[in-house]
Each structure stands twice: as structure tokens, then as C-alpha cells.
């Protein structure tokens, strides 16, 4: 028999029908207690399988996910009250927890940290920037001996060398206005100074002076940092 036919209480049918061909001798349990046996559509897809009143998941017509959360906005949206709502866990050394990609090349977010109320508190950026109040919006490490130059840097395009012991740092991305927070200094006994006339919104001048502070001297190592907007 290739075939086993059950008939409804009062209409309709069912077919249970062996395979034409492939793997004999199958065996199929029937779970133990009264349920309801989950199908799907594709064949070899085992679907989702969980007791009639787990809702913790939701998948809308617009292909998001919603765990504990039955209206997602996002292709997956996670709700949590009172546990962690997202825990990613490396098992294996030298394995990534977790990979979070940005589909552009541009200076976009592509992580955003908010507070309870939506306020906008870290933005992680394609370009490896990360934006907040604590986090530094420009650093370098300058010489001024000869021509300056960067010995490393974040968030500089370039240096202006405008005369001994003077350099205009240029920013590759604008801080939000020009009231920010920086603070620089110069090495092998001598100090540096930032010109407020020159504190800009895209760029900052610092004079490297001797350390009696009346003469301006090249130095091979400087070092400024800024926070802001």
C-alpha cells in the first residue's frame, strides 16, 4: 500500500502518500499528548515548531522579524522588559561575535545607541568614527620639524605648515560648531598653544614655543586632541 486515505468527520480528506522513491523503511512519531502537527510548504523546511502559546516571534508581510514585539519596525526588531535583549556569544577563539556591515562606503551610521526615550546617544560610523559627547571627534601626533607632518591621526586630512612652530590641522569631517574642547601638548621641554582666532569648525592652528613661551621652535612630537558637537 503506497498510500493511506483518511476521511473527514462529516467531509474532505486526507492522504498520507509514500514517497515514488528514495530512503525505505521510514518511521514517523505522532507526538505523545493532543496537539496540532505543524506543516509547510517547502518540502525538506522543517519551519518553526513551538508549543500553541509561545508568541514570542512575529513575521510580517514586509519580511520583518519581531521577537516580543508584535508591529517590528526594523527587519528585526527586539524587545526586551526585563532580560538582555541580544547576546552574542563567540564560541570558538579567534571567532567574530558578531558583524555588523554597512551597505554604503559613505560616512553614514551604521550602529546607533539610543536612551529609553529615543534620544540618540553613540552613532558608530562606515568610516570607523564614533560619535558622542565622550568620545574624541579629532586626535594627532605631529612634527614640526621641517615640512609637518602627520605621525598618526584621526579624522585629519591634512597639515598646514604656516611657519616655524606653526600648524593649521585640517579636519576631514567638520565638528558641529567651533565652541568644542581641545587640549594639545609638546614634547622635550617646550609648550604649545592654540591660536583662538584660529579655532574653526574644520580646522585648529597650535604654536609650539619654547618652554619660556617667547619664541615659536619646531618639535618633532606634538599631540592634540578635541572633543565636541
Do not use: C
Request: no cysteine; charged share 15%; proline share 2%.
Amino acid at each position: 500500500m503506497s498510500t493511506i486515505k483518511l476521511n473527514g468527520a462529516s467531509s474532505g480528506s486526507s492522504i498520507i502518500k509514500a514517497p515514488d522513491s528514495g530512503s525505505t523503511n521510514q518511521t514517523f512519531t505522532l507526538p505523545a499528548s493532543t496537539g496540532t502537527l505543524v506543516t509547510t510548504t517547502d518540502a525538506g523546511v522543517a519551519g518553526i515548531t513551538s508549543a500553541a502559546d509561545a508568541t514570542a516571534m512575529t513575521i510580517t508581510s514586509a519580511e520583518r522579524v519581531g521577537i516580543n514585539k508584535t508591529s517590528p519596525d526594523a527587519r528585526l526588531d527586539i524587545s526586551a522588559a526585563s532580560e538582555t535583549g541580544l547576546k552574542v556569544t563567540a564560541t570558538v577563539s579567534g571567532e567574530y561575535g558578531a558583524i555588523i556591515q554597512s551597505a554604503s562606503t559613505n560616512a553614514t551610521p551604521i550602529t546607533e545607541f539610543r536612551s529609553n526615550g529615543g534620544t540618540t546617544r553613540l552613532q558608530v560610523m562606515s568610516d570607523g568614527r564614533g560619535l558622542s559627547q565622550f568620545t574624541a571627534k579629532v586626535w594627532a601626533n605631529w612634527s614640526t620639524t621641517g615640512t609637518a607632518a602627520l605621525n598618526d591621526s584621526h579624522n585629519v586630512s591634512s597639515l598646514d605648515d604656516r611657519g616655524t612652530g606653526w600648524t593649521r590641522i585640517n579636519f576631514s569631517n567638520n565638528i558641529g560648531n567651533s565652541s568644542y574642547a581641545v587640549t594639545a601638548l609638546a614634547g622635550n621641554y617646550k609648550r604649545i598653544t592654540s591660536d583662538g582666532a584660529g579655532l574653526g569648525a574644520g580646522n585648529v592652528d597650535f604654536f609650539t614655543m619654547t618652554h619660556s613661551g617667547t619664541t615659536r621652535a619646531d618639535e618633532d612630537r606634538n599631540f592634540m586632541i578635541a572633543f565636541g558637537d
